[in-house]
């Protein structure tokens, strides 16, 4: 089953061709028209899509994504060896919704829209969010081990083969916890204009009962499955059986490609690396933790419940 409809590969050779015309440009510039192709295309997508996965990267979007297409592979008797891939499942079964994966940051570049989120007016959003603390983490794991050196670049992360410690990175405003914060109270913003076409997961509530977070999510966007199908896609997705696909050879493909770590003999640079609640604690010192903590609780809209009341 093909992950991309021929209208998508030719939005991805179109903006390859592009770039590569425009080669004589500094390199800021080329990385703007990048961002502003690639949020054109994901906008076009935006438009046809049934609804939409909104979350900040590191969040758990891989194990709801894996989920979400294991359900939709039972409920609508699919091939099972790739993952959901915006219409590609819609392409084989037009009772398939078509769902976009978006993180927002393209498309705004491309609508000039930085300050709202009047974009996804009318849409069904469903959005995923994680202690911000712990997705600065996972953030950094993900940037030193797996991230290609063009993705940070065009990102804004930290360059390639730089050296930067873990606290400096959850705490730097372009990468760390004051963005993923600043993300967040965008969306918390937009929440009276989005009323009933916004669902807010959480993280941590998925990882103590997917099963509840998942029915939420299917009687939501008006595809309601049976306690079986919930169950064996959570069973599925579940965090032991992910990590032995991901070290193996027969998980699910994205993109075209099988997810697999960045080095097998490093567990962090594993896609599923540790998936705990909390676990930002285990990588400062009291003083750091007490920094770390601010960020949010003296900065986040409560209505995430990652603040202490």
Same mark, same amino acid.
């Given at each position: 089953?093909?992950?991309?409809?021929?209208?998508?590969?030719?939005?991805?050779?179109?903006?390859?061709?592009?770039?590569?015309?425009?080669?004589?440009?500094?390199?800021?510039?080329?990385?703007? #028209?990048?961002?502003?192709?690639?949020?054109?295309?994901?906008?076009?997508?935006?438009?046809?899509?049934?609804?939409?996965? =909104?979350?900040?990267?590191?969040?758990?979007? !891989?194990?709801?994504?894996? =989920?979400?297409?294991?359900?939709? /592979?039972?409920?609508?008797?699919?091939? !099972?060896?790739? =993952?959901?891939?915006?219409?590609?499942?819609?392409?084989?079964?037009?009772?398939?919704?078509?769902?976009?994966?978006?993180?927002?940051?393209?498309?705004?570049?491309?609508?000039?829209?930085?300050?709202?989120?009047?974009?996804?007016?009318?849409? /069904?959003?469903? #959005? #995923?969010?994680?202690?911000?603390?712990?997705?600065?983490?996972?953030?950094?794991?993900?940037?030193?081990?797996? =991230?290609?050196?063009?993705?940070?670049? #065009?990102?804004?992360?930290?360059?390639?083969?730089?050296e930067v410690d873990v606290f400096d990175f959850v705490s730097n405003e372009q990468c760390g916890i004051p963005r993923i914060v600043d993300y967040f109270n965008g969306w918390a913003a937009a929440m009276p204009m989005l009323g009933d076409d916004?669902?807010?997961?959480?993280?941590?509530?998925?990882?103590?009962?997917?099963?509840?977070?998942?029915?939420?999510?299917?009687?939501?966007?008006?595809?309601?499955?049976?306690?079986?199908?919930?169950?064996?896609?959570?069973?599925?997705?579940?965090?032991?059986?992910?990590?032995?696909?991901?070290?193996?050879?027969?998980?699910?493909?994205?993109?075209?490609?099988?997810?697999?770590?960045?080095?097998?003999?490093?567990?962090?640079?594993?896609?599923?690396?540790?998936?705990?609640?909390?676990?930002?604690?285990?990588?400062?010192?009291?003083? /750091?933790? /007490?920094?770390?903590?601010?960020?949010?609780?003296?900065?986040?809209?409560?209505?995430?419940?990652?603040?202490? !009341?």
């Amino acid at each position: 089953m093909p992950d991309m409809s021929y209208r998508e590969m030719g939005a991805v050779a179109s903006r390859h061709l592009a770039l590569a015309t425009l080669f004589f440009l500094p390199q800021e510039k080329r990385i703007a #028209l990048e961002r502003r192709l690639r949020g054109r295309e994901e906008y076009r997508k935006l438009q046809a899509a049934d609804w939409v996965l =909104m979350s900040w990267g590191k969040s758990g979007r !891989t194990w709801f994504r894996v =989920m979400l297409s294991r359900f939709y /592979q039972l409920r609508f008797n699919l091939p !099972t060896d790739h =993952m959901l891939e915006f219409d590609n499942y819609n392409r084989l079964n037009p009772a398939a919704p078509k769902v976009l994966f978006s993180h927002n940051n393209y498309m705004r570049d491309y609508l000039r829209n930085w300050d709202n989120l009047e974009h996804f007016r009318g849409k /069904q959003v469903v #959005l #995923l969010v994680r202690d911000p603390r712990d997705v600065a983490v996972s953030q950094y794991f993900q940037w030193r081990y797996r =991230m290609l050196p063009r993705k940070k670049l #065009l990102n804004d992360y930290p360059p390639h083969g730089t050296e930067v410690d873990v606290f400096d990175f959850v705490s730097n405003e372009q990468c760390g916890i004051p963005r993923i914060v600043d993300y967040f109270n965008g969306w918390a913003a937009a929440m009276p204009m989005l009323g009933d076409d916004l669902l807010l997961i959480r993280y941590e509530d998925m990882r103590s009962d997917p099963a509840a977070i998942m029915r939420k999510v299917f009687d939501f966007t008006g595809t309601p499955g049976s306690a079986g199908e919930i169950a064996a896609a959570v069973e599925y997705a579940a965090y032991d059986n992910m990590k032995k696909r991901e070290a193996g050879k027969d998980g699910m493909r994205a993109s075209g490609q099988r997810v697999k770590p960045g080095d097998e003999n490093n567990p962090d640079s594993f896609k599923v690396r540790r998936g705990k609640v909390g676990g930002y604690r285990d990588y400062f010192t009291d003083e /750091q933790l /007490q920094a770390v903590d601010a960020m949010v609780e003296q900065h986040l809209d409560p209505v995430f419940g990652y603040c202490r !009341t």
